[in-house]
């Protein structure tokens, strides 16, 4: 078996997943915003 060390991540996953999570987080705050403005889970759709 090997013996597994630390792992060690490249600083580009690091800045993609914090970028990735942070568009995450702005598409659920537009998603609350377009309900409480309209009233429709996807405007124009429902």
């Keep these: 078996m090997k013996s597994s060390g630390p792992?060690?991540?490249e600083k580009e996953k690091i800045v993609a997943e914090?970028?990735?999570g942070r568009?995450?987080?702005l598409g659920f705050i537009a998603l609350i915003g377009a309900y409480l403005?309209?009233?429709q889970i996807i405007p124009g759709f429902i």
Excluded: R, S
């Design 7 to 9: 792992k060690i991540v």
């Design 37 to 39: 403005t309209t009233g």
């Design 18 to 20: 914090k970028l990735n």
């Design 23 to 25: 568009f995450a987080m």
